[in-house]
C-alpha cells in the first residue's frame, strides 16, 4: 500500500472488495509493536491505536493488518466463531502477541486446536541480521527463529511465528516468503521509507 492517504482509502477498498465485501465494514490494526488485543464489535474506530492484535465474533466484520518486514498472522477458529489478526515483528515475539491473540480468541469461545493460523510474508533470517542483544532476547523465546553465522545474527519472524504458535497447540501455515528478498512486497529494512502491504480476514455467517 502506498503512503498516500487517498491511495491507503483506494486499497482498502479495493481490499474489501477482494475479500468478498465487509458490511459490518473494516478496522485496522494501529501496531505499537506491543502484546496488546482489543475484541472488536464495530468500525467505527477504523483504526485502533496501541493494539497489535484484533478479535471479533461479528460476522462480515474485516479486521486489517499492515507490516514491511513484520509478519501479519491472521486466525480463524471456523467452528467457534471467532477471527483475529495479528501484527508481530521481532518485538511482537518477545512480548508474545500471538500468545496473547489466541488467548483472547479463546475468552470468545475459541480453542486452540481448532484455530487455524496463517503467517504472510515477512523478514528472514538471512536478510534480517541484528546485533546479540536482540538475537538473545528473541532466542528467549523462540530459539528457532534465531541464527548464528560467524558471530553474525539474524532473525526470522516467520519461523518464531510458527514455534510459538506450535507451542499454543495452534497450526500455522506460513506464506514462506521474504519481504526483503521479494520484489512485490515492501521492506522497511530493504527500503527504509516504504509503504505496507496488508492482509485481513472476515468472518462469514453460514448460509441460511
Ligand atoms: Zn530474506
Redesign the pocket.
Known amino acids: 500500500m502506498g503512503d498516500d492517504h487517498s491511495q491507503v482509502e483506494q486499497n482498502r477498498s479495493v481490499l474489501v472488495q477482494a475479500i468478498g465485501g465487509a458490511q459490518a465494514g473494516l478496522v485496522a490494526i494501529g501496531a505499537a509493536h506491543s502484546a496488546n488485543v482489543a475484541c472488536v464489535e464495530t468500525s467505527e474506530e477504523g483504526v485502533i491505536e496501541g493494539v497489535d492484535g484484533l478479535v471479533t465474533t461479528v460476522p462480515d466484520l474485516a479486521l486489517l493488518g499492515l507490516g514491511a518486514d513484520c509478519a501479519v498472522v491472521t486466525f480463524a477458529d471456523i467452528e467457534s466463531g471467532v477471527v483475529a489478526i495479528a501484527h508481530s515483528g521481532w518485538q511482537g515475539l518477545v512480548k508474545g502477541i500471538l500468545s496473547a491473540s489466541v488467548h483472547q480468541m479463546c475468552s470468545q469461545g475459541a480453542a486452540p486446536e481448532s484455530i487455524q493460523a496463517h503467517i504472510g510474508p515477512s523478514?528472514?533470517g538471512?536478510?534480517?541480521e541484528v546485533d546479540s542483544e536482540r538475537a538473545a532476547q528473541v532466542a528467549a523465546v523462540a530459539p528457532s527463529a534465531v541464527f548464528e553465522s560467524r558471530g553474525k545474527y539474524g532473525i526470522d519472524i516467520a519461523l518464531g511465528a510458527v514455534s510459538q504458535l506450535s507451542e499454543l497447540g495452534v497450526v500455522a501455515i506460513s506464506s514462506g516468503e521474504?519481504t526483503?528478498?521479494s520484489t512485490r512486497h515492501f521492506s522497511y529494512r530493504r527500503d527504509g521509507t516504504t509503504g505496507r502491504q496488508g492482509a485481513a480476514i472476515v468472518l462469514r455467517k453460514a448460509p441460511a
Do not use: D
Request: glycine fraction near 0%.
Open positions: 523478514i528472514c538471512q536478510c534480517y521474504c526483503s528478498e
